[in-house]
C-alpha cells in the first residue's frame, strides 16, 4: 500500500524558513515523480511544485520560484521542500503526492498534508 | 497568466447524470495539457479520479469519465450517488513543467 507522510509544518514568522518533508513507502519511490501542492485554509487547491524520479528536473509556480526548493533523497525514500522567505500568503495546507512513472500524467496518491502558519 | 476555469457549482439528482469542464482562459483544453481530475471531501486530502484525460485511477467507479469536450477538459459522473457530493479540481500541464488547478467545482447532490 503507497503511504506518504508529511511532516514539519509550523508556525513561523514572515521571513523565516521551513523545511518539509514526505516519508514515502509502498513503492519504488524513484521511479516516480512527486509533488507539492498547498491548499490555504477555505480555498482551492494550488500546485507548488514538482520533481522527476531521478531528481534530475525541478518546476516550480511562480507564487514560490525563488523562495522554496523541492529536492528528494532516492536512498530514504523521501521528499522535501524547503521553504525561504515566508509571507503570509504562503499559509496553507501543504500536501505531498505521488506521481505517476511519467511526470507529464499529474498526481496519483496523496499524503494527509502539514499545516504551515506564517504569522507574527 | 492562463487561468483554468471550472463551474464554482453544480447540482444532479441522485441517479442523475453529470458533466464538469475545466477550461483555458485563453486557448483550448487538448490532450497535451493532460487533464486530470481531484474529489475532495470536507477535511480530507485530495482523491485521484481521472488522470492524463480518461484514465481512471486506481479504485474508481466506472461511473466516472474523463474526456476532451470541445475546447475542454470534461468529467462526467453517472448514476450520481450521495457520496460524489464533493469538491471537484481539475489540473492541466501547461508546458515547461509547470501545472495549474482549476478554482474547483462544488458538486451537490439533492
Known amino acids: 500500500e503507497v503511504q506518504l507522510l508529511e511532516s514539519g509544518g509550523s508556525l513561523v514568522q514572515p521571513g523565516g524558513s521551513l523545511r518539509l518533508s514526505c516519508a514515502a513507502s509502498?513503492?519504488?519511490?524513484?521511479?516516480?515523480?512527486m509533488t507539492w501542492a498547498r491548499q490555504a485554509p477555505g480555498k482551492g487547491l494550488e500546485w507548488v511544485s514538482g520533481?522527476?524520479?531521478?531528481?534530475?528536473?525541478?518546476y516550480y509556480a511562480d507564487s514560490v520560484k525563488g523562495r522554496f526548493t523541492i529536492s528528494r533523497d532516492n536512498s530514504r525514500n523521501t521528499l522535501y521542500l524547503q521553504m525561504n522567505s515566508l509571507r503570509a500568503e504562503d499559509t496553507a495546507l501543504y500536501y505531498c503526492?505521488?506521481?505517476?512513472?511519467?511526470?507529464?500524467?499529474?498526481?496519483?496518491?496523496w499524503g494527509q498534508g502539514t499545516t504551515v502558519t506564517v504569522s507574527s | 497568466q492562463t487561468v483554468v476555469t471550472q463551474e464554482p457549482s453544480f447540482s444532479v439528482s441522485p441517479g442523475g447524470t453529470v458533466t464538469l469542464t475545466c477550461g483555458l482562459s485563453s486557448g483550448s483544453v487538448s490532450t497535451t495539457n493532460s487533464p486530470s481530475w481531484y474529489q475532495q471531501t470536507p477535511g480530507q486530502a485530495p482523491r485521484t479520479v481521472i488522470y492524463?484525460?480518461?484514465t481512471r485511477s486506481s479504485g474508481v467507479p466506472d461511473r466516472f469519465s474523463g474526456f476532451i469536450l470541445g475546447n475542454k477538459a470534461a468529467l462526467t459522473i453517472t448514476g450520481a450517488r450521495a457520496d460524489d457530493e464533493s469538491d471537484y479540481y481539475c489540473?492541466?500541464?501547461?508546458?515547461?513543467?509547470?501545472?495549474?488547478f482549476g478554482g474547483g467545482t462544488k458538486l451537490t447532490v439533492l
Open positions: 492524463n484525460t480518461n
Open positions: 503526492a505521488k506521481g505517476h512513472v511519467s511526470y507529464h500524467y499529474g498526481m496519483d496518491v
Open positions: 489540473l492541466l500541464y501547461m508546458g515547461g513543467g509547470i501545472w495549474v
Open positions: 509502498g513503492f519504488t519511490f524513484s521511479n516516480y515523480a
Open positions: 520533481i522527476i524520479g531521478s531528481g534530475g528536473g525541478t
